[in-house]
């Protein structure tokens, strides 16, 4: 018998108990979407995480200092040393042994309560240069960011993010103009930054940008910076940049051994791989739960199948008598119990997508569908066919003739 | 044709021995028509059962168209039934919800006949037993008499050596035995060869040759002198 034939045959047996089918069908549907959406949306999150980490700018190196080492010997935290300096920053600019740079900027954080009017906040005050802005992928909406000139006359000027303006001004004010109090001192407000959306461990809305100068001498009353961004001519070129500038501060901080350095060196890429991987995690545990909902239901297909081979025991035993070999019952039980779970495997497929895309549209994640998902899903549900189409089948191709014939 | 040499069956169940054949043998040549009756319990099914290849004897040998078949596995097994044997059954068993014409094809399709070739056998056959108009009725829509006679298109289509009938007329009403009595006497006229098991003497008339089995031993194996002629069935059966 051909394979098209045992094919239309099986489409046929199979429509004849539309409930059962559906049912048998169901539990694969049920199962291929569940892990069909729980990758897409597994994915997308990751993508979230991708992307929110490159809008701080994808080819950049943060150099922190080290942790300081106190008189008696005591290590404190890192970060807490305080002999990164703004002329670091520049001589790594100017510097022509540091060839793969494009740009740099210098940066002194702190928390502060800011007040306008009867409002006050506490939030995180960033002292910046104005390269701040190219190197972090900062984006002005109203008035403009701190200028060379603010640097150099320290001005007390402020750029506020989106989150401070809603928290001291109202939500969609313009602040533009006014005047605003950080521990004391007024600064008149020149610019608003555009929403980065941050969510999470870091609000990137939630910041006030001052002129670094201003920062170090009026409000923090100290000579050191809290970290340099470093802009790489591209991402291709981060490890030398990184090497570049690793060297060039060694030198200057005058340490043979590496291992001494007062400072760290991130890049961006590992914080991204640190993210991913954690959300990776999280993909394949869901992913995990979905399967075993795809093994019950291929156990599902196997349970009709059994039932469909003892139903039809009487039809089995006429083929047989009638000269069907075990090869060609095997196949026609497989290919139908294929075409179940395949079946099941589309529509799985179809809903999952649907599904993901709802979702993702509901909590604004992007939303991806990798063809390798796709691919993964028909194939197993395929493989879920015939795995557990076997064991009927083979009941099915292994029954006697005569007690099949006389099966009532 | 056939040739059954010493044939037993012996059914071992736990520790208990069951004899249903014993020491069976006998020749059917080309275009006889035979009964094979007996009681029931007699062993006249299991011996269908081994002629049809659908068993295998515990001893002896069975040879049918000069091939011992009692020792073939069983996919050589269902090819000898394939090929050689044509199988008409009590209950008539068709394929449920399937076209005549579509269960004539079906031992063909087993039979690796070009699809071409069995759409055209088939009609032949079907319209052989009288069912033309009937080609494209699914085995519900047809009489018992009707589905009988698909059976016998299905058991030809394949060109078999013997015809091989369990209880043909069993499930039928007299004046639809009557009918396939009838075709089964002209098929015999055209050369066919027919084994046919019944317990009913009035049907084992219609055969030229008669075996009486008992306790699965064959008690008599005689030529049926006076055939009965087509309408001999009279009396109105359950």
């Not at chain 1, 100017?94 to 306008?116: K, L, M």
């Not at chain 1, 009017?117 to 909406?141: C, D, F």
């Not at chain 1, 008149?188 to 001052?210: C, E, L």
Request: aromatic share 6%; proline share 3%.
């Amino acid at each position: 018998m051909e394979p098209s034939e045992l094919i239309s045959e099986s489409f046929s047996t199979l429509t004849l108990n539309k409930m059962r089918t559906g049912l048998a069908t169901l539990g694969i549907i049920i199962g291929i979407g569940s892990v069909i959406a729980l990758v897409s949306l597994g994915q997308g999150s990751q993508k979230a995480v991708q992307n929110q980490i490159q809008s701080l700018g994808s080819n950049l190196l943060t150099v922190v200092p080290g942790a300081r080492t106190s008189g008696g010997g005591i290590r404190e935290a890192a970060g807490s040393n305080t002999t990164l300096t703004y002329d670091d920053a520049k001589a790594i600019l100017s510097s022509s042994q540091v060839t793969d740079v494009a740009n740099v900027s210098a940066e002194i954080s702190r928390r502060e309560q800011v007040t306008a009017g009867r409002n006050n906040t506490n939030t995180q005050i960033l002292g910046v240069t104005p390269s701040y802005a190219e190197v972090r992928k900062v984006s002005i909406s109203s008035g403009s960011f701190i200028t060379q000139r603010d640097l150099e006359s320290m001005s007390k000027v402020a750029v506020l993010g989106p989150q401070v303006v809603t928290d001291l001004f109202g939500e969609g004010a313009n602040p533009v103009g006014q005047t605003i109090r950080i521990s004391g001192q007024s600064f008149r407000v020149v610019g608003v930054t555009v929403s980065k959306g941050g969510t999470g461990f870091q609000n990137q809305d939630d910041i006030i940008f001052i002129p670094l100068t201003t920062a170090q001498k009026i409000l923090f009353g100290v000579n050191y910076i809290s970290s340099i961004s470093v802009e790489a001519k591209s991402e291709d070129v981060m490890t030398q940049a990184q090497d570049q500038v690793g060297y060039l501060l060694l030198v200057r901080h005058h340490f043979n051994d590496p291992t001494q350095a007062d400072f760290s060196i991130f890049s961006q890429s590992d914080i991204l791989s640190t993210a991913s991987s954690v959300t990776g995690t999280f993909t394949a545990l869901l992913s995990g739960i979905a399967a075993i909902s795809l093994i019950v239901g291929g156990i599902g297909i196997m349970n009709i199948m059994l039932v469909t081979v003892t139903e039809r025991t009487r039809e089995i035993g006429l083929r047989k008598a009638l000269g069907a070999k075990k090869k060609t019952i095997t196949q026609q039980f497989l290919i139908e119990s294929t075409i179940l779970t395949g079946v099941g495997g589309i529509l799985g497929m179809i809903i999952g997508i649907a599904a993901s895309l709802i979702i993702s549209k509901f909590i604004s994640l992007p939303f991806t569908i990798s063809a390798s998902s796709i691919a993964l899903a028909i194939g197993v549900s395929a493989s879920i066919g015939i795995i557990f189409g076997w064991y009927p089948a083979q009941r099915a191709a292994n029954l006697q003739p005569i007690e099949a014939l006389r099966y009532e | 044709m056939i040739q059954v040499s010493h044939i037993s069956k012996i059914y071992k169940n736990d520790s208990i021995e069951t004899v249903a054949l014993s020491d069976i043998s006998f020749n059917v040549a080309g275009g006889e028509f035979i009964a094979i009756m007996g009681p029931s319990g007699s062993g006249k099914s299991t011996l269908m059962h081994i002629i049809g290849a659908l068993d295998s004897p515990t001893h002896g040998s069975y040879i049918l168209d000069g091939e011992d078949i009692s020792k073939l596995n069983d996919d050589e097994l269902a090819d000898i039934r394939n090929r050689k044997i044509g199988f008409i059954f009590q209950a008539f068993n068709l394929l449920p919800r399937t076209t005549a014409l579509k269960n004539v094809m079906l031992p063909m399709a087993y039979g690796g006949i070009p699809k071409e070739k069995r759409k055209e056998a088939a009609e032949k056959y079907l319209e052989m037993v009288g069912l033309a108009d009937r080609m494209d009725y699914t085995s519900s829509q047809l009489s018992g008499g009707q589905q009988q006679r698909v059976a016998i298109a299905r058991a030809l289509t394949m060109e078999p050596k013997i015809i091989l009938a369990d209880e043909p007329t069993g499930n039928l009403a007299s004046a639809q035995a009557n009918e396939i009595m009838e075709i089964f006497r002209r098929l015999n006229k055209d050369g066919h060869t027919i084994v046919m098991i019944t317990h009913e003497p009035d049907i084992a008339e219609f055969a030229k040759r008669i075996i009486t089995l008992r306790d699965g031993r064959i008690e008599s194996d005689r030529k049926n002198g006076k055939r009965k002629s087509v309408g001999y069935i009279r009396k109105v059966k359950k």
